[in-house]
T-cell receptor, first 117, second 117 residues
Framework: AQKITQTQPGMFVQEKEAVTLDCTYD???????LFWYKQPSSGEMIFLIY??????QNATEGRYSLNFQKARKSANLVISASQLGDSAMYFCAMREPLGGSQGNLIFGKGTKLSVKP | DGGITQSPKYLFRKEGQNVTLSCEQN?????MYWYRQDPGQGLRLIYYSQIVNDFQKGDIAEGYSVSREKKESFPLTVTSAQKNPTAFYLC????????????????FGPGTRLTVL
């Protein structure tokens, strides 16, 4: 069964507007971590933001924030004031705790974001 | 500057050939990973290593081999047994997680694009 689901293969947003990229996850563990990465056309994966399962507040990093709804098992990425340089693939990933595949991330299939001028 | 380097950036392989992809990091990270990415897909784990001289298979290890003789280096060999090796390969590293939390930011290299002729 898929552990990370990103239901939006592609998204468009107008420059300077906010956009939400969806991510739902599936785990029976109480301790886990959620990550968002950006992949521009160059291919490199750029870490954006992290949310721990025990963190009470939603994570924020500059224009990025994570809308964490634990009961719904969702970890949506919100990008405020979109810029043309935000056009890229965005991947949601989950790290399950030690005991299984230690330290490994499970990735969703990604959402391609296109920012329109 | 600290980071991860991968070489070559582009690699072409003839059918039946083994090829080796290089991955070097100077971040002093204990853990290293290899991922495969197919067009329009997320990353899938091939192999990972938590410590020198030890490595574990990931989800799609068949047709691949690795070594970890030095902390800084984690080369991946794509063997002739890998029937569909054309893909984008990403190497990553992270701090060892022995006794750690679920936080585990992985730092990625720029990737190698492998094409079978």
């Amino acid at each position: 069964a898929q552990k990370i689901t990103q239901t939006q293969p592609g998204m468009f947003v107008q420059e300077k507007e906010a956009v939400t990229l969806d991510c739902t996850y599936d785990t029976s563990d109480q301790s886990y971590g959620l990550f968002w990465y950006k992949q521009p056309s160059s291919g490199e994966m750029i870490f954006l933001i992290y949310q721990g399962s025990y963190d009470e507040q939603n994570a924020t990093e500059g224009r990025y924030s994570l809308n964490f709804q634990k009961a719904r098992k969702s970890a949506n990425l919100v990008i405020s004031a979109s810029q043309l340089g935000d056009s890229a693939m965005y991947f949601c990933a989950m790290r399950e705790p030690l005991g299984g595949s230690q330290g490994n991330l499970i990735f969703g299939k990604g959402t391609k974001l296109s920012v329109k001028p | 500057d600290g980071g991860i380097t991968q070489s070559p950036k582009y690699l072409f392989r003839k059918e039946g050939q083994n090829v080796t992809l290089s991955c070097e990091q100077n971040l002093n990270h204990d853990a290293m990973y290899w991922y495969r990415q197919d067009p329009g897909q997320g990353l899938r784990l091939i192999y990972y290593s938590q410590i020198v001289n030890d490595f574990q298979k990931g989800d799609i290890a068949e047709g691949y081999s690795v070594s970890r003789e030095k902390k800084e280096s984690f080369p991946l060999t794509v063997t002739s047994a890998q029937k569909n090796p054309t893909a984008f390969y990403l190497c990553a590293s992270s701090i060892s997680l022995a006794g750690g939390s679920s936080y585990n930011e992985q730092f990625f290299g720029p990737g190698t694009r492998l094409t079978v002729l």
